[in-house]
């Protein structure tokens, strides 16, 4: 996917908003079923750089206009002229575009959720995993094309699929292009939920409602130490809980809970 009629000159969007601490991203260009331009991916950074520092946000939702997610990163586009680039253009550029997008994902301090719907593919599946909950329409697929493409998985693949639903089938997706329906990727533990798609604005809705109303700098450190642990051992990932613990008894909402707690009622958190 991604490489649909190279005629169609849809430069596509990539919109952001923010609506009650929610930023709202939507991957706009359904012509080419929202398959991403340099200038798309350019802003996603951007984007997502601009809100690690934005304390009014509480979550981030990303989504696809139309019926599908994303079809990764426009290749067709990228070579459709006869003048090569020069040597080593990718390790130059990708480090601080499509890679950096999925760095800031499971980096940034707040949680991010993606709903899937139509084709998740390449850099499209790679942030649907990237994600800390991606609830998918039943009838959607994911699908890692390289090999059908000649060249090399990117953009986290290799380290994200055999984490998320082991070696065997990591390597179905990333060896032998196997495509996966949404509601494997969810028996497998690749996504968080799949959902008929007459539920998925609903269930997306209240995952990003219920989100937004965490103990925000508690969920940002919680998703850091998660992500940690992936590579330490256990005396070093509960060394690093106890200075998340420092850090989140500090903050306004731990003392809002502490209180709830013993008023017996439910908290208001304010994520701060």
Known sequence: MGDSDPSDSGKGTLTASIDSGVLRIVIDRPSRRNAMTHAMIDT???TLTDAATDDSLRVVHIRGAGGDFCTGADWVATNKTDQRPRAGNLIRRIPHTAHRVIELVTTIHLPVVCTVQGWATGLGCSLA???????????AVFWEPFMARGFTPDSGST???????????????????EKVSATQAADWGMIHRSVDSSEIDTVSAALVDRLAGGPTVAIGLAKAAINFGQGASLTESMNHELSDLELACRTSDFKEGLSAFKERRTPDFDGR
Do not use: C, H, N, Y
């Open 159 to 177: 380290w994200l699929l055999p984490r998320l639903m082991g070696i065997a089938r990591a390597k179905e997706m990333l060896l032998l292009g």
């Open 129 to 139: 995993l990237a994600a800390d909950f991606t609830v998918a329409d039943d009838s």
């Open 44 to 46: 996603f950074v951007q």
